[in-house]
């Protein structure tokens, strides 16, 4: 860089003007402090260079000067603006932070996902787009990770909620990496916005509903004739003491005889509201609702409502529940309706031969690898023919006269929902066992 003698020093550079330099002259000299900056220089004929700027203070013999050297730093800056041009090009965010978690690169995607520009946000803490314990505490993690080396996230990905400059929450995924530079640490993080993906997953999860309500109506309309058989039952015993009733009145008026069939007619009456009870919470819609449960209790109290079904097919529904099961985390009426539907398939399938291999059905439940819960239903029925295998969860398709072809694919969806899996197994003999597993609450 050649500057002829007479000129001011700070002619080459554009970006420093007169104020500038007499405040670097106030820093440098003054204060007896070196000072250091980059600039872009510019000479008439030559091509842009960039310097880094070292001003030192220097004691002559009379006065202090400034002491000025020039690095030419023209293919580093050259070579991170295309860094930074490619980067910009990203559709994903790319965020760098320092050690302290300071960022340092912040590219034009990270700018439309989170609403600051580079400007805003370099020299800021990453903080800033954090949300709830990772905003606090994320700190702690970086320090506690460069002290021990035991990553939490470094070298992975994952899902988590960031916020934006105005403070909209935004679903995101993050991948971090570690970048040792110039004997520094630095970390670098791909940044991929999820809000599409949760919208799709929000109606996809909505839509699972919707079936499984549909499903659960069209296993109520199957069992329409058990029901109202169920239900006849506690009113005609119901109208039967209200009409002994009013002939006691007539007759003797006897309190004691009337008081009985009164408190007989309230048991039918609460019998057969009990009924109606557990027919609407099964059938009627409504978001899931996970919880913790006990598996003999839900298979327990499903007897309640597939026994009049089975009765009414003269089919005798058995028990053989393990004792001491751990608890499972899972939404009632939808694991109540897989094993509602396995029972009304084995039903079907043992009344399609007369039953002639007997007319039991057995719920079986039982703790597989100390962790899993297991519920199987088998039947006594024709089994899974070996052209049906395959098409057997498959949505529309049916073996029966008169299915939809959605049970056993609703069934599926449910259990994999729950994190567990849907199976089939044929017997050596007659029939088949339909069994499906759930993860144990261990929270």
Partial sequence: LCITIGTLWYAPFPDIDRATADNLWVQCVDAIHPTVLSSRAELEGQDPRWFELVLQPV????????????????????????????????????IVIDGSGRIETFNQAASDLFGYSADEAIGKSINMLMTGVHESDHNRYLSDYLRTGKARIIGMGRELIAKSSDGTKIPIYLAVSEVHLDGKRRFAGIVRNLTEQYAAREALASQREKLAHVGRLSTMGEMTASIAHEINQPLTAIAMYAQASLKLLERTGSTEKIKGALEKLNTQALRAGAVIERIQRFARAQETSKEVLDINELVTDLLKLAGSDARMHDIELMLDLAGDLPQIFADPVQIQQVILNLIRNGIDAMNEIHCKHGRTITLETRCTNGVDVEVIVSDLGHGVADDQADLLFTPFHTTK????????????????????????????????????????DHD
């Avoid at 020039?70 to 980067?87: G, R």
């Avoid at 449910?414 to 597993?437: K, Q, V």
Wanted: glycine share 12%; with cysteine.
């Fill in 59 to 94: 004691q002559l013999e009379d006065s202090m000067e400034m002491l000025g050297s020039l690095i030419d730093v023209t293919e580093q800056t050259v070579a991170a603006a295309e860094t930074l041009a490619i980067l910009d090009t990203v559709v994903d965010g790319i």
């Fill in 401 to 440: 006269k008169e299915g939809m072809g959605m049970g056993l694919s609703i069934c599926r969806s449910i259990i994999l929902e729950h994190g567990g899996e849907l199976r089939y197994r044929d017997h050596p003999g007659p029939g088949a066992s339909f069994f499906f597993s759930i993860p144990s």
